[in-house]
Nanobody, 122 residues
Framework: QVQLVESGGGSVQAGGSLRLSCVPSGYNIIGFCMAWFRQAPGKEREGVAF???????LYADSVKGRFTISKDNAKNTLFLQMNDLKPEDTSMYYCAAHSGVDCYNSHLYNYWGQGTQVTVSS
């Protein structure tokens, strides 16, 4: 059973930073596609950052230059470094994974964490 546990969310003022962490249990992240999604109340879920095993990371236009996805294989942990946060970044953030090949395809992600809340005040 694959489980994902996120942490690191919180409340910050605009311009601040947070780092989210995702620790999977039951598998090694090396063999999986990993990504971060977010969903705000009343809005559709949005793919924020995708980590590819061979190619570079892919980011939503809204976070390019501010967010960085990374993996620490030794710690088996996925991170999302979020800088210059804006009120519109307020959302529940989810870690997700799948074992397929196309890491950029948001529809393939079938393992999900419970989410961690990020709130950015102006």
């Amino acid at each position: 059973q694959v489980q994902l546990v996120e942490s690191g969310g919180g409340s910050v003022q605009a311009g601040g930073s947070l780092r989210l962490s995702c620790v999977p249990s039951g598998y090694n992240i090396i063999g999986f596609c990993m990504a971060w999604f977010r969903q705000a109340p009343g809005k559709e879920r949005e793919g924020v950052a995708f980590s590819h095993r061979q190619a570079g990371a892919l980011y939503a236009d809204s976070v390019k230059g501010r967010f960085t996805i990374s993996k620490d294989n030794a710690k088996n942990t996925l991170f999302l470094q979020m800088n210059d946060l804006k009120p519109e970044d307020t959302s529940m953030y989810y870690c997700a994974a799948h074992s397929g090949v196309d890491c950029y395809n948001s529809h393939l992600y079938n393992y999900w964490g419970q989410g961690t809340q990020v709130t950015v005040s102006s």
